[in-house]
């Protein structure tokens, strides 16, 4: 498939598995960090439509939905940092399906950078832990121009 993340609208900041999406929180006092990834589509000759995000926590105990102890990630497409009540609204572990196509039938769009949110929120007094069993699952129609 032909879309990629990134970390800033600019083609140089792609994440991969050796440039990873990261974050760090303290786990003894808790809290919530929120970062805007980008989306794009990198394939010219083909363009995107009906585009679902999603975390995947493959571990077989789902950090992403709020059942392991109030550990919670959330997912809202805006170009802005959405207000409390915006993420209040959200179901943790949550699957959105993004607003804007990347292209038509008769162009392929490599120029937009469409802006997802995460939210991730984990409670106090946690044991210090590197998790890297979440990954973002992109689903998206996709067709040759």
Avoid: H
């Avoid at 083909?46 to 919670?72: A, C, F, H, M, P």
């Avoid at 959405?82 to 804007?100: C, F, Q, R, Y």
């Amino acid at each position: 498939m032909g879309l990629g993340l990134y970390r800033q609208p600019d083609i140089n900041t792609t994440f991969s598995e050796t440039s990873p999406f990261t974050v760090t929180l303290d786990g003894k006092v808790g809290g919530s960090i929120e970062k805007c990834i980008y989306l794009r589509n990198n394939d010219t000759t083909k363009w995107y439509s009906s585009i679902q995000v999603s975390l995947v926590d493959d571990s077989g105990n789902d950090i992403t939905n709020g059942t392991r102890s109030g550990w919670e990630w959330k997912l809202k497409e805006s170009n802005l940092l959405p207000m409390v009540d915006e993420w209040d609204e959200v179901a943790p572990g949550n699957t959105i399906s993004l607003g804007s196509d990347l292209g038509s039938s008769t162009k392929a769009d490599t120029v937009t950078f469409l802006s997802i949110w995460v939210k991730i929120m984990i409670p106090g007094n946690q044991r210090i832990q590197v998790i890297d069993n979440v990954v973002f699952n992109i689903t998206a129609t996709e067709s040759l121009i």
